[in-house]
Nanobody, 128 residues
Framework: QIRLTESGGGSVQAGGSLRLSCVASRDTQSMDVMAWFRQAPGKEREGVAAIDKHGVTDYAASAKGRWIISLDNAKYTLHLQMNDLKPEDTALYYC??????????????????????WGQGTQVTVSS
């Protein structure tokens, strides 16, 4: 089991930026894929960005052009740089990872049930 700890959430105004971080308890180079998901009240969990062991990334349409996912293997840390935030980005953001299923970044975004490790989440609130 991998322990994942998110941080970096907060309250910002529309147009602002936040950088989320997720520290893993194991070497991130051992992960097949790591990803960010979000869930707003009353809505389903949504994959927003993922990066696989080859460094290939994928993004939800809502995140493309605004956000960047990156992995600092030296620090066992996954980041999500979120720019141009909008009120509809308000949600609880989760980090997730998988070591054994060989998922690609694209697969990770649409198959959250196949990711075995999840963090507790960090809240992002964007006001208009």
């Amino acid at each position: 089991q991998i322990r994942l700890t998110e941080s970096g959430g907060g309250s910002v105004q529309a147009g602002g930026s936040l950088r989320l971080s997720c520290v893993a308890s194991r070497d991130t180079q051992s992960m097949d894929v790591m990803a960010w998901f979000r869930q707003a009240p009353g809505k389903e969990r949504e994959g927003v960005a993922a990066i696989d062991k080859h460094g290939v990334t994928d993004y939800a349409a809502s995140a493309k052009g605004r956000w960047i996912i990156s992995l600092d293997n030296a620090k066992y840390t996954l980041h999500l740089q979120m720019n141009d935030l909008k009120p509809e980005d308000t949600a609880l953001y989760y980090c997730a990872a998988e070591r054994y299923r060989g998922l690609t970044a694209m697969e990770a975004l649409t198959r959250p049930a196949d990711l075995g490790s999840w963090g507790q989440g960090t809240q992002v609130t964007v006001s208009s």
